[in-house]
C-alpha cells in the first residue's frame, strides 16, 4: 500500500519567499505530525493534527510557520517570508490512531534550501 | 522542557562487534519508540517499549526500557553492514497527547 507521501521533495528558495509544503498521509490515519529535522540532528516536533484538528503547534518556532489539514487527511506547512535558519528537511508522519502509542510512519521529506 | 539525550553520538566498529545507544530522559516516558534512519532515508520505526524494566528483542536487536521509565538501551549483536545508519529513541511524556521528543541520534558506521 502507498505509504506518507511528501512534495515536493526539493525547494530552494530565496530569501523572503514564501513557501508550501505537502503531505499526503496513509489513507485512514488520523494522527498527522510535521517535524523539521537539521543536518545531523533528530526530528524536532512542530505541530500535531488529530484528524482536522491543531491539538499542538508548540514546537512551531515562529508566526512565519503555519499548518493546515482542513479535511483531516492532507496537510499543508506553509512558511512565510523564509530565512536561511529555516533550511533543513521537513517531515511528515502520520499514525493510526490518536491514543499516543502508536508507531509513526514517515514521509520522505522535503529538504529546503533558503539561499 | 522534555528533554532526550543519546549517547554516543557516533560510533564505529568492525563487522561482528557489538554496538549499543543509550537515551535518557529529563522526565518520566509513557513510552519510548526506536526508529532508524538510513543515509539519505526518513525514520522507520523499529519498536515501541511500555513497561517498566521491559526487554524486547528483534533478531539481533535487544531493546530495554528501565525501570523508572527514565532510559533506554539499544543493543545489537554481531553488527553487519546492513546495520548502517543513525539510531533514535524518541519519548513520550506521560502529559502529552502525542508528540515524540527525539534523541540525536546515534550514527553508527560498520567496516567490514
Known amino acids: 500500500g502507498a505509504g506518507v507521501s511528501q512534495s515536493p521533495r526539493y525547494k530552494v528558495a530565496k530569501r523572503g519567499q514564501d513557501v508550501a509544503l505537502r503531505c499526503d498521509p496513509i489513507s485512514g490515519h488520523v494522527s498527522l505530525f510535521w517535524y523539521q529535522q537539521a543536518l545531523g540532528q533528530g526530528p524536532e516536533f512542530l505541530t500535531y493534527f488529530q484528524n482536522e484538528a491543531q491539538l499542538d503547534k508548540s514546537g512551531l518556532p515562529s508566526d512565519r510557520f503555519f499548518a493546515e489539514r482542513p479535511e483531516g487527511s492532507v496537510s499543508t506547512l506553509k512558511i512565510q517570508r523564509t530565512q536561511q535558519e529555516d533550511s533543513a528537511v521537513y517531515l511528515c508522519?502520520?499514525?493510526?490512531?490518536?491514543?499516543?502509542?502508536?508507531?509513526?510512519?514517515f514521509g520522505p521529506g522535503t529538504r529546503l534550501t533558503v539561499l | 522542557g522534555q528533554q532526550v539525550m543519546q549517547i554516543p553520538q557516533y560510533q564505529h566498529v568492525q563487522e561482528g562487534e557489538d554496538f549499543t545507544t543509550y537515551c535518557n530522559s529529563s522526565?518520566?516516558?509513557?513510552?519510548i519508540q526506536w526508529y532508524k534512519q538510513r543515509p539519505g532515508g526518513h525514520p522507520v520505526f523499529l519498536i515501541q517499549?511500555?513497561?517498566?524494566?521491559e526487554v524486547k528483542k528483534q533478531k539481533r536487536l535487544t531493546f530495554q526500557f528501565g525501570e523508572a521509565k527514565k532510559n533506554s538501551s539499544l543493543h545489537i549483536t554481531a553488527t553487519q553492514t546492513t546495520d548502517v545508519g543513525t539510531y533514535f529513541c524518541a519519548g513520550r511524556d506521560g502529559g502529552s497527547q502525542g508528540n515524540l521528543i527525539f534523541g540525536k541520534g546515534t550514527k553508527l558506521s560498520v567496516k567490514p
Open positions: 508522519a502520520s499514525s493510526l490512531r490518536s491514543s499516543g502509542g502508536d508507531e509513526q510512519f
Open positions: 522526565t518520566t516516558l509513557s513510552n
Open positions: 517499549l511500555v513497561k517498566s524494566g
